[in-house]
């Protein structure tokens, strides 16, 4: 498919300041856009300037929540040739999810060409300071202009993209976070591995209440039993307990990020053994009062490794690794970014330079 690029007549000017950038508030000169339709396909694809969208106010994702997204990276490497960390695997995703949610799959390799040629056409926006990016939103609504439910039968798929600051600008502090006993975020049959925004939705409540305790996160538990480890609000979860690496196996609720995949991969290259299996609450609890949860962290690609801190249940407070970030934390983060930002050799493949 043919990509009809449309420049936008008056760029924005670039932000001055990359220290003030933060997360997914400035966007970039253009976005890419197509659209689909039953029996027709996926058609027109384009780059047009950055705008607000014009949506029927019955829209399918409006009132029913037909909507999935991605997010990824492209880096400034120390070479200032612009990257993109895996997309393939994003796309991939795209897909599961989209199947998911019953929207239409998309072509992969050609998602991948439609996002180089849009950061191609907005490399100038891709920041230069140490640990900035351009963070990249792909994104899929079901947009049928009446209100019946049902499979949707016209569908757009979009990418923007936000130039963002360093998410540790200010070194790496490790995260406190609540586990969460009340609401729940997924369940096995529903939508806990796509990526869809209803999961999201359904979340924020107990983002508030954590934050009002003075928490960073929730960690979930299994929305049946409540006893088992699931994920962070937008980050998989690990732990070093005992001298071992575990993370909980995707059961169907969990979202499968592409940082765990990289981090196991890696590991797993380097002859450390990772288990991906059930963690329960109390297996977590008991090493934690018996000085055996050495570590914890999540795992995702706007923080890429965040260390946690404190780990709170109920009225119990734990403090791991004395706070600070521990060495195997550190050396997955120092691992993982060298390799994105070209200070380490891409043994995997994992690096995509935008050409
Ligand atoms: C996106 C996401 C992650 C992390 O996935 P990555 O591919 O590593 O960025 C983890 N949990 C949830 C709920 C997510 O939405």
Redesign the pocket.
Known sequence: MKIDIFRNPNPAEKPGDESKLGFGRVFTDHMFLMDWDKGRGWHDARIVPFENLSIHPASTALHYGSEIFE?LKAYREVTGQVCLFRPDENFARMNRSAARMALPQLDEEFAVRALKELVKLDEDWVPHGEGTSLYIRPFMIGDDEHLGVHGVSHVRFIIILSPSGSYYAQGIDPVDIMIEDEDVRAVRGGTGEA?CGG?YGASVRAGDRAEEKGYAQVLWLDGVERKYIE?V????IMFKIDGKICTPALNGSI?P????KSILALLRSEGTEVEERRISLDELMTAAQNGKLEEAWG???AAVVSPVGHLAYQDQVFEISGGKIGPTTQYLYDTLTGIQWGRLPDKFGWVVPVE
């Open positions: 997010g990526k999961n994920e609000g937008s980050m998989n979202l990020g592409i940082t765990r795992c995702g690609t």
